[in-house]
């Protein structure tokens, strides 16, 4: 299978096309920039010069596939609602291509869009939240809009997806406490987070191209929640800095910044059908294993 895969150069990215080639698929990587090109070459995949910013040369990228695999985000959160909308035209593109093929095009987006039974972890049949309610919906959104029109599309939704350098928002959050010389987390911090190893969801994406079941949701979840204060305490010996508790509002404003949004969130989620649907079982190492092998410089 000759796969496209957009955000080939990024964290999850290179994971994937590592995983994909080791199994013997061919990979198209896209690729904006020069200094990225050598690293994606020296896994085996060809590069193809092109952006999420230009339609033409998505729809080029996914016409000599036989599936796509869309990982490209901007992660600046300074103007998130404004990246999670730019979603929805490179979707349309790439499923412009694909419509009445049977290809599989596989979308991303969040865990935390189908945290919608209270008092349950999300699952993935779970209704989804609008984009009124969480920026990235729109993605999904997006996905079923061309799933309408004849695109075979799947969804695999992310948690905090992690190895010693890299851990989703908590690699923001590890900053700020460098910044603010001590590890926080609000109230009890009973609060958690799902997470998996970076590898584990490497062959998840890889998995759900090869099933390539129209309209499927999978959770890329090996651990169904980490709380904030067993994050904040493995941090804070990973490198040797206080732990407290905050509580006002105000004060996780001031401590955490934009990440106070996301910092009081109970979001966990579950894999279950995704494991019985694609024989999915995660066996990297624990969010707080990585947490614990930070580098201290």
């Known amino acids: 299978m000759r796969v496209f895969v957009t955000g080939a150069t990024g964290f999850i990215g290179s994971a994937v096309v590592k995983e994909f080639i080791a199994a013997g698929h061919q990979v198209?990587?896209?690729?904006?920039?020069?200094d990225k090109a050598p690293a994606l070459a020296a896994t085996g995949a060809e590069v193809?010069?092109?952006?999420?910013?230009?339609?033409d040369s998505l729809k080029e990228g996914a016409s000599r596939s036989d599936g796509v695999i869309h990982l490209a985000f901007n992660h600046d959160f300074s103007r998130f609602v404004q990246n999670c909308e730019d979603d929805r035209p490179v979707i349309q593109a790439l499923g412009s291509v694909l419509s009445g093929s049977n290809r599989p095009l596989v979308v991303t987006s969040g865990t935390g869009l189908a945290n919608t039974v209270p008092g349950r972890a999300a699952e993935e049949d779970n209704a989804i939240i609008g984009c009124d309610m969480h920026p990235r919906a729109a993605s999904e959104e997006a996905a079923a809009v061309v799933a309408a029109g004849g695109v075979n599309v799947s969804v695999v939704r992310l948690p905090q997806v992690h190895d010693p350098v890299?851990?989703?928002l908590i690699t923001p959050?590890?900053?700020?406490y460098r910044q603010k010389g001590a590890c926080a987390y609000l109230g009890e911090g009973l609060n958690r987070w799902p997470a998996a190893h970076v590898l584990d969801t490497a062959r998840l994406y890889r998995l759900a191209v090869e099933k390539a079941e129209p309209n499927a949701k999978y959770h890329a979840v090996g651990e169904e929640g980490v709380s904030m204060r067993d994050i904040a305490e493995a941090i804070g010996r990973r490198l040797k800095l206080p732990v407290k508790s905050i509580g006002?509002?105000?004060e996780a404003q001031d401590f955490?910044?934009?990440?106070?949004?996301f910092a009081s969130h109970d979001v966990p989620a579950s894999s279950a059908q995704t494991r019985r649907k694609l024989g999915w079982?995660?066996?990297g190492p624990t969010l707080i294993a990585d947490l614990e092998r930070l580098e201290v410089a």
């Open 281 to 283: 079982n995660p066996t």
């Open 166 to 168: 890299r851990q989703g």
């Open 256 to 261: 955490f910044g934009w990440i106070a949004r």
């Open 248 to 250: 006002p509002e105000e």
């Open 28 to 34: 198209i990587g896209l690729c904006r920039s020069d």
């Open 48 to 55: 193809y010069r092109g952006s999420i910013a230009d339609p």
């Open 173 to 176: 959050v590890i900053q700020m």
